[in-house]
């Protein structure tokens, strides 16, 4: 069974969110940045109040991933014999190539994101989310604006598509 479902996961999270004065609470083993942030929150999905299991980032760091992933396929695309290898070492031919496709595919004025959420039902803890935010940082009030008016059934995300500044080498 999916604890995420539970009334008592449910008002755990609730009680511990309380306390630290918040809507949400960091998931303590998880990473931390500026750029991103993994949090649990309650609301209603679905009809039912539930726990979410979110991992909250930045628009510009959807904008880089998205760019990394299409320079490694066009790589692998053109040397097939790659495929396996690390692209996330600092050097190697492999890496050089990637960085080039990066910064070519970073000047397309077409490679644009604009914000999302995208729900995950298929996960063993609440529902998963990916929560993508036209915001500089992800900070504590960040999150805490974006859980507000989710939970209030306000938040509209930015449908605008976006392109951002691109500095060779960039990761």
Same mark, same amino acid.
């Given at each position: 069974m999916n604890k995420g479902f539970s009334q008592e996961e449910i008002e755990k999270i609730d009680k511990m969110a309380a306390q630290a004065g918040q809507s949400f609470v960091f998931q303590e083993e998880a990473e931390r940045s500026e750029d991103f942030a993994s949090i649990f929150f309650t609301g209603i999905y679905k009809g039912k109040k539930v726990v979410? &299991?979110?991992f909250v980032y930045t628009l510009e760091m959807e904008f880089i991933s998205n760019i990394y992933d299409?320079?490694? +396929?066009?790589? *692998?695309?053109?040397?097939?014999?790659y495929e396996g290898l690390d692209f996330d070492e600092d050097e190697g031919e492999h890496v050089e190539l990637m960085e080039e496709f990066a910064t070519e595919l970073?000047?397309?004025? &077409?490679?644009?994101?604009c914000e999302y959420i995208d729900f995950d039902e298929d996960?063993?803890?609440?529902?998963?989310? +990916?929560?993508? *935010?036209?915001?500089?940082?992800?900070?504590t009030e960040v999150i805490e604006d974006f859980v507000s008016r989710?939970?209030?059934g306000t938040y509209q995300a930015d449908k605008t598509f976006y392109a951002f500044d691109w500095e060779e080498g960039e990761s």
């Open positions: 979410f &299991d979110a299409a320079a490694k +396929d066009a790589v *692998l695309e053109e040397n097939p014999e970073a000047r397309d004025e &077409d490679f644009q994101v996960v063993t803890y609440g529902v998963s989310m +990916d929560i993508c *935010l036209n915001m500089p940082e992800i900070t989710y939970q209030q």
